[in-house]
T-cell receptor, first 110, second 114 residues
């Protein structure tokens, strides 16, 4: 059974600091997704990573994928309050389901 | 915002009742997936429909059923509601081409079972 583990599950950080969220998954997968969810809202697609060594950046967020280690990271550079949200890593082992991690609740303090 | 819409926004039911949730997919998308998200948890895959056929199912009992219509909209039906069915139900649409398969989520339906 495919498992997706994120850590940390909760992160409180100061504005201006850098930090990384880690996502490990248990079996080979074709696709790795990162989503953002604001409280009471739906999920917003941030990145999809399709190959080993893939790196994508959008603003202060950068995601990378190491398929050999079954590890993806989401790096936050110079955090700002607007980035406070829950971030989900998800893995697509086939063409149907996406398996989600439990999410990392990010709280950025002014 | 994505073009995925869901109705209703909120719903309150009692145990044993039945509920139908609706989803309209983003224009051009031919695949709809449904997820259940309990409070404080990640979404869990219920099932997916592609060209009106079920294309995969998660660990949910048969009382969770669905339909996809020719216009690619979809319904999720839950019979014999239980208290643990209280959750946010998310619909996601996607286009099955290439390797991306990114799923775009609707705003969700918050179901409360009393």
């Amino acid at each position: 059974e495919l498992k997706v583990e994120q850590n940390p599950l909760f992160l409180s950080m100061q504005e201006g600091k850098n930090y990384t969220i880690y996502c490990n998954y248990s079996t080979t997968s074709d696709r790795l997704y990162w989503y953002r969810q604001d409280p009471g809202k739906s999920l917003e697609s941030l990145f999809v990573l399709l190959s080993n060594g893939a790196v994508k950046q959008e603003g202060r967020l950068m995601a990378s994928l190491d398929t050999k280690a079954r590890l993806s990271t989401l790096h936050i550079t110079a955090a700002v309050h607007d980035l406070s949200a829950t971030y989900f890593c998800a893995v697509g082992p086939g063409d149907d389901k996406i398996i989600f991690g439990k999410g990392t609740r990010l709280h950025i303090l002014p | 915002e994505t073009g995925v819409t869901q109705s209703p926004t909120h719903l309150i039911k009692t145990r044993g009742q039945q509920v139908t949730l609706r989803c309209s997919s983003q224009s051009g998308h031919n695949t709809v997936s449904w997820y259940q998200q309990a409070l404080g948890q990640g979404p869990q895959f219920i099932f997916q429909y592609y060209r009106e056929e079920e294309n995969g199912r998660g660990n949910f009992p048969p009382r969770f059923s669905g339909l996809q219509f020719p216009n690619y909209s979809s319904e999720l039906n839950v019979n014999a509601l239980e208290l643990d069915d209280s959750a946010l139900y998310l619909c996601a649409s996607s286009l099955r081409t290439g390797r991306d398969f990114t799923q775009y989520f609707g705003p969700g339906t918050r179901l409360t079972v009393l």
